[in-house]
């Protein structure tokens, strides 16, 4: 077997690759500059070497192949090193493509929310049904304990990212995945920094739907009016649609309004009623697409639908890390309005009356650039106090989005002054959720040792 060294190994992809590669037999090492739970522990659980930082010496010379992560770019010390010595180097994706799906049944899901928890889903389903699938999900599943496995059986379930695949492959990583189902779950503008409208990403969704094979099946959001327009680019595979109309293939009927009990219809026919600890309508949509795509691999839905009553989803998506004080803390994911803005309502749905407090880190590329500054105000609708880091490099005034915010809002430089602020803000009974897509220097933790020391 080779030794690979994978550049930006801490990244909720790169470190599920780390994990396949090891499970293979490869000699892994990596190097990154952000190095944070969960992906950190589960590098460490797995004796994986991380190098800190980029450095012209980072990679071995000796090392047989180095697969580089699309964090990073031109002008970085190690990439400039690596084609300086003319070593062999590969993304992260078509890796992947290369190494582990060969003779596998693809199963990809895509949209710009849903796609770790309903990767995860699918995954779980598919393992109720003794299928052992491998999988690579964007972050760590309580119920696996891993974010990848090569795993023993047919399929292989994929996260599957429409962010572009590297600085010398500047399509989309999904394309590289050639899946027989691909669960299209939403579409929406986002990854301001690659993508200048929304048919930019639609064009690459397109791609992804050329890929299908008319064999497979493509499970569409039936009340996205996005992918719609994807479809009609052309689509030469069979389709099922989702959503809450009954006129879809598959619907589901609401039987709690938190989303934490509803009931699956497929073609009409009632297949089950589904109780589980995830919350809002758009776990409920995930829910349903996983069942479709299971459903397509020959899965029958109702033998499955009670495996999701022990479903955990996974790390850090409305995770709860505690209890302190009568004031629950939540570490989460949202990054972009929409998830914000689904989330609360889920959250809000659950908990009534009682307050609801967000700490928030507006941390990806696109809510870095501002393209999301008007929204976000309305996204925050249902909390009752909100909390900012704005750090100094943010390229948009916070002023404005704090005036816009229903409850009480403020914004702080950092996050010693963020963990004050919440201190002096949260009340018995509240639910605090931290939501940044990134590390947040450890905020959700230490405000709950805080809570717990006061």
Known sequence: MSTIHILGIAGTFMGGVAALARELGHTVRGSDQAIYPP??????????????????????????EVVVGNALSRGNPAVEAVLDAGQRYISGAQWLSEQVLPGRDTLAVAGTHG?????????????????????????VAEDFGVSARVGQGREFVVEADEYDTAFFDKRSKFVHYRPLVAILNNLEYDHADIFLDVAAIQRQFHHLVRTVPARGRLIVNGEDTYLAEVLAMGCWTPVERFGFDPGLEWHAELVNADGSAFIVHHRGVALGEVRWSLLGRHNVLNGLAALAAAHAVGVAPASVIPALAQFRSVKRRMEVIGVADDITVYDDFAHHPTAIRTTLEGLRAKVGARRIVVAMEPRSNSMRLGAHADALAPSLALADAVVFLHRPE??????????AVRGDA???????????????????????????????????????????AR
């Open 39 to 64: 992906m950190s522990t589960q590098l460490e659980q797995l004796g994986i070497a991380l190098d800190p930082g980029y450095r012209a010496d980072s990679v071995a010379r000796d090392c047989d």
């Open 394 to 403: 943010l390229a948009w005034d916070a002023a404005s989005v704090i005036a």
């Open 115 to 139: 796609k770790t928890t309903t990767t995860t889903i699918l995954t779980w389903l598919l393992q109720a049904a003794g299928r052992e699938p491998g999988f690579l999900i964007g972050g």
């Open 410 to 452: 403020h914004a702080v430089p950092d996050t010693d002054a963020l963990l004050a602020r919440l201190g002096a803000t949260v009340q018995p009974g509240d639910h605090v959720v931290f939501m940044s897509n990134g590390g947040f220097d450890g905020a959700p933790r230490r405000f709950l040792a805080q809570l717990q």
